[in-house]
Nanobody, 118 residues
């Protein structure tokens, strides 16, 4: 069992920045990849960014955040961050941390709300 807690969400003006963090506890063995997803009101959950677990793991980004968001992980501390720059109103959503385990199970946090508005 893995327990994930997101933090760092809030209200920010367009063009601003936020840094989301996800802290993991529990049985954090056999992690395959870590990701950030988001779900806007009335829309399906979508992948924002992911990173392979392990030293130098490759990161992937959704086209709509490339060049603006950066995912990073500290495996020793079981944390993963999402640095979000140049935020746009369309980035408004609940952001979720996801741990995908090598044995096929996904763990999710409860999410943190990001609101981008003037």
């Amino acid at each position: 069992q893995v327990h994930l807690v997101e933090s760092g969400g809030g209200l920010v003006q367009p063009g601003g920045s936020l840094r989301l963090s996800c802290a993991a506890s529990g049985s954090t063995f056999s992690i395959n990849a870590i990701g950030w997803y988001r779900q806007a009101a009335g829309k399906e959950r979508e992948l924002v960014a992911s990173i392979e677990y392990g030293e130098g793991g490759a990161a992937k980004y959704a086209d709509f955040v490339k060049g603006r968001f950066t995912i990073s992980s500290n495996n020793a501390k079981n944390t993963v961050n999402l640095q979000m720059n140049n935020l746009k109103p369309e980035d408004t959503a609940v952001y979720y941390c996801n741990y995908h385990m090598s044995y096929g199970i996904d763990y999710w946090g409860k999410g943190t709300l990001v609101t981008v508005s003037a």
